[in-house]
């Protein structure tokens, strides 16, 4: 079982859609992130939340918003996303504050297609 | 800027043998720490093992252990006994202790395959 859940699991969605994407963790963590995976790749940071304040965006595109409401949980807000947008979505999460010495613990991920 | 490199896009091993998984990073640092991640189908990324760099005892995880070799830079995972549940991605990835350190940069991973 993985301690942070990302819901929903699966999502198809059109382009001229508005959804968003859920993580939850209960561990206490203070840093809290977003990445996104294409197929046989690895993952690429999107968004970093630390203590509940956005820290780092990786110049993601704007139709990706996140937002972290309180420190367990983080969304990301879609909005007029791409064909190419369709991935993996990846949320982690680590303590203090995500310093270095701090493993990342990921959930299962949201599979997303955009069509 | 740190980089991390798996020469190997794909390995295979054998129930019951052991397996060694490269990697390789580029840095000017002298202290971080560095993971592998294993990735199975169920698309969870699960932490294996850590190391930190100031610590030149190999770190061991049950079957899971390296071979940090600092000076060269390496990083290898080896797997023993190998299991039926190990066939999966397999990321290396580097995290600085300076300004950005919430970034953990991968590798392009290996896909390990284990034979019955």
């Known amino acids: 079982d993985t301690e942070v859940t990302q819901t929903p699991k699966h999502l198809v969605m059109g382009m001229t859609n508005k959804k968003s994407l859920k993580c939850e963790q209960h561990?206490?963590?203070?840093?809290m992130y977003w990445y996104k995976q294409k197929a046989k790749k690895p993952p690429e940071l999107m968004f970093v939340y630390s203590y509940e304040k956005l820290s780092i965006n990786e110049s993601v595109p704007s139709r990706f918003s996140p937002e972290c409401p309180n420190s367990s949980l983080l969304n990301l807000h879609l909005h007029a996303l791409q064909p190419e947008d369709s991935a993996l979505y990846l949320c982690a999460s680590s303590n203090k504050g995500g310093s270095y010495n701090s493993p990342l613990h990921f959930g299962n991920g949201t599979r997303l297609t955009v069509t | 800027a740190q980089t991390v490199t798996q020469s190997q896009p794909e390995m295979s091993v054998q129930e019951a043998e052991t397996v060694t998984l490269s990697c390789t990073y580029d840095t000017s640092e002298s202290d971080y720490y560095l993971f592998w991640y294993k990735q199975p189908p169920s698309r969870q990324m699960i932490l294996v093992i850590r190391q930190e760099a100031y610590k030149q005892q190999n770190a061991t995880e049950n079957r899971f252990s390296v071979n940090f070799q600092k000076a060269a830079k390496s990083f290898s995972l080896k797997i023993s006994d190998s299991q039926l549940g190990d066939a999966a991605m397999y990321f290396c990835?580097?995290?600085?202790?300076?300004?950005?350190?919430?970034?953990?940069?991968f590798g392009k991973g290996t896909k390990l395959t284990v034979n019955p």
């Open positions: 990835a580097y995290r600085s202790p300076q300004g950005g350190s919430e970034k953990l940069v």
């Open positions: 561990m206490g963590h203070r840093a």
